[in-house]
């Protein structure tokens, strides 16, 4: 099958073809470090980590990039508050980002760049864009000259004149600009604000220019994939496209834009107050249990947070877990397949059809319980080795890092898991003893008193294991 990506430009789906065979390259526009991240901000990790392995099971070599914009007027208003410095606001949350990605499960990128780290390359865009006619300098700022570009627009499907001016927070103010269409490239910069200088005054960058000049230093003149939330689609990824044509860069071949979190169907927001911390969700549920939950919908649809959704989601993935836990008491250890099944990867190749290729997955789960049942080891054997190439593909495999720690162990429901292990097998010992003694009484009454507790004791020709109950 040939790998199909959805392009927000071309409002369709169309054959993936790479700049350079057997290579991918992807700009993922990352984190504005003014606040800790919600789990709507590492949505969009979570579902290009699964493209990106995805993209190297197939056989690519991918060079994924992801900004940091660790300057803006929300980090400064942060600072302003707080009485520190913009990079100390910054820096604690970059950090903050970078751990819950990796407590998630996602690898790092490539590289991962931070706009205060590329002015030069904007300064440079900028001096190109003015010299041809599609920027000017005024009171210290620099626009893009919108109506200079005829194909703005294009990205998002609109005529210019349909638009209302550039948001009121995304530019300086008006009185110097052309157009009221026009925005910002660069921003002069105002009494106690960072500053850089330049030779139309010093200030800092706008929000576009930096993903632009990160994007041409990382991955040149024309590459793959672009991705980022579909909020950005417009204004920060159609003028990120106006600026990077007009200076003469080809930019992206393909965007792919994911869902929201929603909350009572609005979009997860710091700023509307129904935000929900990854780091406070990571203390009711484990942390792969939060990337099933974020990665298995499509990454185009919108997920809508609620309780009983990740109740749901750690139910489903402990049903895997259970499988492959009760195949290695059966089987011993195994390898991952060398492939996944062809079902698999035609729902994958189809836009990176993540529920397609779960229900695959469930499938073979299903066939194994069935071999299993019926003391097929050889089934068992096969069954377990696609799982676990399919839980690779997904960042899901509980024998895999991070997953392979106690938290991660299948059963466990809580960080306490070693103490409910050492509290549960003081119970398990005790029955085991009335057992031997004949005193099945005693041991049933142990039994009965850990599943009141939510433990599930179950026999096995290895002794006995158990699991919290769902």
């Known amino acids: 099958m040939t790998l199909r990506l959805y392009d927000t430009a071309a409002r369709a ?31 969009s990790g ?96 620099v626009y893009f000259r919108v109506r200079s570009f005829p194909e703005y627009g294009a990205l998002a499907h609109f005529s210019v004149d349909d638009l209302e001016e550039q948001p009121v927070d995304d530019v300086a103010p008006t009185t110097h600009k052309e157009d009221p269409h026009d925005f910002t490239l660069w921003k002069a910069s105002k009494p106690g604000e960072p500053f850089w200088d330049t030779p139309w005054g010093p200030g800092r960058p706008g929000w576009h220019l930096e993903c632009s000049a990160m994007a041409h230093r990382y991955l040149g003149t024309n590459f793959d994939i672009h991705g980022g939330g579909v909020d950005l689609i417009f204004p920060h990824h159609e003028n990120e ?27 997860m927001s710091k700023s509307l107050g129904n935000s929900v911390l990854v780091t406070e969700l990571a203390k009711q549920y484990r942390p792969v249990v939060l990337r099933y939950y974020l990665g298995t919908p499509h990454y185009r649809s919108m997920i809508e947070y609620t309780e009983d959704s990740l109740r749901e989601a750690d139910a489903a993935y402990s049903r ?15 390898e ?30 299903r066939e194994g319980n069935t071999a299993l049942a019926g003391g097929d080891k050889e089934g068992v054997a096969s069954h377990l080795a696609s799982v676990l190439k399919m839980l690779d593909i997904l960042g899901l495999n509980p024998l895999a890092e991070p997953w392979s720690g106690a938290a991660g162990a299948a059963g466990s429901g809580t960080d306490l898991r070693p103490v409910v292990d050492t509290l549960v097998k003081v119970a398990l010992e005790q029955r085991q003893a009335a057992r031997e003694r004949k005193d099945y009484a005693a041991s049933d009454a142990i039994r009965d008193q850990l599943a009141r507790a939510g433990v599930n004791v179950e026999d096995t020709p290895s002794g006995p294991r158990w699991t919290v109950n769902q």
């Open 46 to 141: 979570v579902s290009f980590d699964i493209a990106r392995r995805w993209l190297e099971h197939r056989g690519y070599a991918v060079t994924f990039v992801r900004n940091v914009t660790d300057i803006d007027d929300k980090i400064i208003r942060k600072a302003a508050e707080q009485g520190v410095e913009t990079w100390r606001v910054a820096q604690a949350n970059e950090y903050a980002f970078q751990q819950a990605y990796r407590v998630l499960g996602c690898e790092d990128p490539s590289v991962e760049p931070r706009a205060t780290g590329h002015i030069p390359e904007m300064i440079a865009m900028m001096q190109a864009l003015i010299d041809n006619g599609h920027a000017y300098a005024a009171g210290g700022d």
């Open 320 to 334: 895997i877990e259970g499988f492959v836990t009760r195949a290695l008491e059966t089987v011993g250890p195994t």
């Open 241 to 267: 496209q106006a600026q990077s044509h007009a200076f003469g860069d080809k930019f992206t071949n393909y965007w792919m834009h994911n869902g929201w979190v929603t909350l009572k169907n609005e979009k």
């Open 336 to 365: 991952s397949a060398a492939d996944v099944p062809a079902a698999f990867a035609e729902s994958m190749d189809d836009d990176f059809g993540v529920p397609g290729a779960v229900a695959v997955l469930y499938n073979t789960v």
């Open 13 to 43: 789906t169309r054959e993936f073809v790479p700049v350079t065979p057997g290579k991918v390259s992807i700009y993922l526009c990352g984190a504005t470090v003014q606040a800790p991240p919600h789990i709507g901000h590492i949505r």
